[in-house]
């Protein structure tokens, strides 16, 4: 029997969507599959820690249900990211003979998410995909609203395509072997939810964030209520002309200390948005556009969560200001070469500002560096 | 003072974009640029045979009209549609700043189209792009519709997106710089339209052929009329879910030669048409579908633009017949397992066939084979 917690749905007309979340939904995968998409093969993109850890469940649920599929398993880690495996996927679904009516799956985190849907939005101009997200941050953020891409030297997410998947399967039991690090590190995109425009799941998230970590029912409504939140803001605004640019709160700082620390282990995306989310408010509070208090709320409130708040917390040494302003600058999110930041008059009050002035985010950095 | 001869506009909501034609499009580019995009900076996509012939016009006249620019100069050939290339192409775009709002400029035949177009499609989730096709290919068809892409290993068009363009600018003096061959090879996708719907047409085309050939006002006429006709069939059906496929009379069986050939000067894309439009027509009058009689008139018309139309015209080995077969059934309009071709009732009657019998089609190629 199929148990499914909470559903959400993602009406964008004829590219809508379910997100199935639940404790055994990779178990289920098969007749659920067999049901919505009758007759089609899959090819399932994975990496090789996921591999291990879930794959067997899926693919046993694919057995039993007769369905027929393909595996391409990929190394783990955000260097996977690239213009190669791109080429290693796309090469990998052709010699597996699937048809433009057939599926990709993306088994795994972010980084599968993103490569595998990129992949299947340009194999043979465009298959279907179903994301089955196995980490904390992309069952909360990336593997809903249809972002897919790869990383370029300049920077991260610079080539993709905007992809809806046909359906999401978010299974809860996937975030229990995650490590500790990693589900902090997609915690912070929990967090930004409530900072975003949600004061109250803010508050929420206070009381319930031991629950969360310790995999309570909490968790499950935490996730749902994130997907919720990131389902209004897409269908509002699929492409980002507008309102969705929010969900970058902390993203434009958070990238450029990425790019900086060479997207390795010394800083985790989720790492580098949960102290862009400290370097926003505390910007905003510098600009005297919101109150300083915040500033204490949001990092104790990130120190339980045990992530990093401030750039003194990125192990190793970080390039020049400048080195920091050129990738701030490349940043997608700039337009006609003025700054645009999220910034906030507070928690749950962040804003779009497309006029910031790089020489006082030069002066800011510099300040946040000094010891 | 800007000639434009003919418009045609591709009523795609709010993807909806202008043809222009005319004689002197590239040196007029400036302004028109300047008025249709205000603000915008060029990403300048060619190749190195239509970079000496070609460049030098549209950089004097964006010069002129005071608009900044980036080139990317690429090698001329089909096998520039490559990762590798789109990369390079991606890489460029990003290392020449360029933003989100500004614009590709696709300056070249099909292959620099499609290629440049791919790469404006992904970088940063999609930029805008202008076509500026300079061989009649890339001016009746491949610069029109939106279809997008490189090839892969496993066959031609593999890899890509539907993308339309925000503008093209049809130079028709461009075309007065085209190796005969290279007309010649444009011209079978000419004639394509005349044979999939349009005897009229047809008619028209065996009445006008020198004319054309010779670049008189026929010339324009035929760009125009081709470019009308195929922007109805991309209106009615942007995505080729269905009637679109029309436009690939002659293609699988042509896709599967230049693949045999390696995608070499052996056979033109547009040779490969031209055969494999005879073998459509010849296959469909075995298959009792058609009158014998308009291959002869189809054959005919062909030769006098100088094109192959038998197997026996490609010079050098043909593969097998299973080569061949392998190449057919990777074509992107096989569907779940079943092969799709265009089939015709006579000249002006092609229809779309998906239960073509792969057995029928080996004897059929066979037989053809044999000398």
């Given at each position: 029997m199929t148990r499914i917690d909470h559903t959400v749905h993602v009406a964008l007309g004829e590219r809508?969507?379910?997100?199935?979340?639940?404790?055994?939904?990779?178990?289920?995968a098969g007749p659920i599959l067999a049901d919505r998409f009758p007759g089609r093969r899959y090819?399932?993109?994975?990496?090789?820690?996921?591999a291990e850890a879930q794959l067997p469940r899926l693919t046993r649920s694919l057995d039993a249900a007769g369905l027929g599929y393909d595996t391409i398993v990929l190394p783990a880690g955000e260097s996977t990211k690239s213009y190669a495996n791109l080429e290693t996927v796309i090469e990998g679904l052709l010699a597996a003979r699937l048809e433009r009516g057939d599926l990709v799956i993306a088994l795994g985190g972010g980084v599968i998410g993103d490569l595998a849907g990129f992949a299947a939005a340009i194999t043979r101009r465009g298959m279907d995909f179903v994301q089955m997200p196995t980490s904390l941050l992309a069952q909360v953020d990336s593997s809903v609203g249809g972002k897919t891409g790869i990383n370029s030297p300049h920077g991260k997410n610079l080539v993709g395509a905007f992809h809806q998947p046909k359906l999401v399967l978010a299974d809860l039991s996937a975030l229990d072997t995650l490590p500790k690090r990693q589900f902090a590190a997609g915690y912070a995109e929990v967090a930004k939810y409530g900072l975003i425009d949600d004061p109250d799941f803010f508050d929420w998230l206070d009381i319930n964030l031991d629950e969360i970590f310790a995999g309570g029912p909490a968790r499950g409504e935490a996730v749902a209520r994130c997907c919720a939140h990131k389902a209004r803001v897409v269908i509002e605004d699929e492409k980002e002309n507008g309102v969705r640019a929010l969900l970058n709160l902390?993203?434009?700082?958070?990238?450029?200390?990425?790019?900086?620390?060479?997207?390795?282990?010394?800083l985790l995306h989720g790492e580098g948005v949960a102290i862009g989310m400290v370097l926003a408010h505390t910007f905003s509070a510098r600009l005297g556009l919101a109150p300083g208090q915040d500033i204490g709320r949001v990092t104790s409130h990130l120190k339980r969560a045990d992530l990093p708040t401030t750039l003194a917390d990125i192990p190793g040494t970080l390039g020049t200001t400048d080195t920091l302003m050129t990738a701030i600058a490349q940043d997608k999110k700039v337009q006609r070469g003025a700054l645009t930041f999220i910034l906030t008059h507070g928690i749950g009050k962040a804003f779009i500002e497309r006029n910031v002035d790089p020489d006082?985010?030069?002066?800011?950095?510099?300040?946040?560096r000094a010891p």
């Open positions: 809508a969507y379910d997100i199935l979340i639940g404790p055994t939904l990779l178990d289920d090819g399932i993109v994975t990496d090789r820690t996921v902390g993203h434009t700082f958070g990238h450029a200390l990425e790019k900086d620390t060479g997207y390795s282990d010394r006082k985010v030069r002066t800011f950095l510099e300040e946040m």
